[in-house]
């Protein structure tokens, strides 16, 4: 029995996949719990994918699941999901924005307010303008035209029961991002403050495109007045797991 699955996207972050492992590892070792580590390789076009490899080489806990191109974050963690098998599921990001050091914190607030979920929330953050300000607009707009309602400067990093995500994927009518539908779900949470440093290294996978079609894609589904209606898209090419001996 897996009692922590931890999941992180990745595209094309191979400057930093080394310090994020070698952060990551004995954070989740001093846990003291069953765990695997669960890699979605988001159609990365750089060296990612065989870092990877050479972590689950050594590494039985690791797992890979590697898409047939890039979906998109959203789709990237929905695949992740998917896989996982642990009673608890740690999402993060792969740039080291969001501090693995802060795991235990999540978790006892997990477990310390007896909610299903315990969510991120950015008392300071590190990073561009134009970012922050594409991050403030979207709160706006969610709030105004939206039924999801939930503090602002909260981000992908959270922990939260696998009850609760299969809660999620078991109301039909909702749409939208995954993690969008926790909140449409009414999943109780409990918000943990903490801090969001600077990218560690390279450049991020968003241009303003990029984070202003997520940010639409999270809002349309849920309008008042409904605009559009969207699941998770995505195609797993092949799954990786050393000690399962499966390659799919």
Same mark, same amino acid.
């Given at each position: ?5 931890? @999941?992180?996207?990745?595209? /094309?972050?191979? &400057? ?8 990551? %590892?004995? =954070?989740?070792? *001093? ?71 802060? @795991?235990?914190?999540?978790? /006892?607030?997990? &477990? ?8 991120? %929330?950015? =008392?300071?953050? *590190? ?122």
């Amino acid at each position: 029995m897996i009692e922590l699955s931890i @999941i992180i996207p990745v595209f /094309n972050d191979q &400057e930093v996949l080394h310090e994020l492992y070698r952060r990551l %590892k004995p =954070v989740v070792f *001093k846990l003291g719990k069953s765990y695997e580590i669960i890699f979605v390789d988001d159609g990365s076009s750089d060296d990612s994918f065989q870092i990877l490899k050479e972590f689950q080489d050594k590494d039985e806990n690791i797992r890979i699941v590697k898409l047939v191109k890039n979906f998109g974050q959203s789709n990237a963690i929905t695949a992740g999901l998917e896989y996982s098998k642990g009673d608890i599921i740690v999402i993060m990001d792969s740039d080291l924005q969001d501090r693995p050091e802060d @795991i235990p914190k999540l978790l /006892n607030a997990l &477990e310390e307010n007896d909610v299903q979920m315990a969510v991120a %929330k950015w =008392v300071s953050r *590190k990073g561009s303008i134009i970012k922050k300000i594409i991050s403030n607009m979207f709160f706006i707009i969610s709030n105004i035209i939206t039924k999801i309602h939930h503090p602002p400067n909260m981000g992908i990093f959270r922990a939260f029961k696998k009850e609760a995500y299969e809660t999620v994927k078991n109301i039909p009518e909702l749409s939208g991002t995954t993690l969008s539908r926790f909140y449409r779900a009414k999943i109780n949470y409990k918000t943990v403050d903490l801090h969001r440093d600077k990218r560690y290294a390279g450049r991020g996978g968003y241009n303003l495109h990029r984070m202003f079609k997520l940010a639409f894609d999270r809002i349309l589904p849920h309008t008042r007045i409904q605009l559009a209606k969207r699941k998770p898209d995505y195609k797993v090419e092949s799954y990786f797991a050393k000690s399962e001996r499966t390659n799919e």
